[in-house]
């Protein structure tokens, strides 16, 4: 297994990954073109963050998303887990585990994160105990949320 930064090349990939993730966990149909546009925004932009992706047998079989959040209070940014994706077949390998340890190597290397964060659905309780497991806890605060775009079609 390979874990890396994404590339450019990687932007099918990503963006497939990004759809059937919508899919599977919120029933949402994304906008090809706009996820597309996002995904390109992110790769060209590290600033805003980054993605990692797992090489296995020859193909992309994971990737996540990492963006940043400044801290006024730690002056260090929060690392935002986003996006994260693994393909079926290979599922239940360890395969977000690594991830997260390279998310956490990659800060350690800079002292640039003050913590890591992440959503998670409040039904994903396979999610939830893995993140619980890996030493996440979850948070105090609650997520308000005022949606100003909406393209996505609810199945």
Do not use: C
């Not at 149909?29 to 992706?53: H, W």
């Not at 393909?87 to 913590?115: H, I, M, T």
């Not at 996440?136 to 005022?146: I, R, T």
């Amino acid at each position: 297994m390979l874990i890396r930064k994404g590339t450019q090349q990687d932007l099918a990939d990503i963006v497939a990954f990004n759809q059937a993730m919508a899919f599977e966990t919120e029933g949402l149909e994304l906008n090809a073109d706009i996820l597309t546009q996002g995904v390109q925004t992110l790769l060209k932009q590290p600033s805003r963050g980054f993605y990692l992706v797992v090489e296995k047998a020859g193909e992309i079989a994971a990737s996540l998303m990492v963006t940043f959040e400044w801290s006024d209070w730690r002056a260090k940014d929060y690392y935002w887990i986003q996006s994260v994706y693994v393909k079926p077949a290979f599922r239940r390998q360890g395969l977000y585990r690594a991830l997260y340890q390279k998310v956490k190597d990659l800060a350690a290397a800079d002292n640039s994160a003050a913590s890591f964060r992440l959503y998670v659905e409040h039904d994903n309780h396979a999610a939830q105990h893995t993140y619980k497991a890996l030493g996440m806890e979850q948070s105090h605060y609650l997520m308000f949320e005022e949606k100003l775009m909406f393209e996505e079609k609810v199945k």
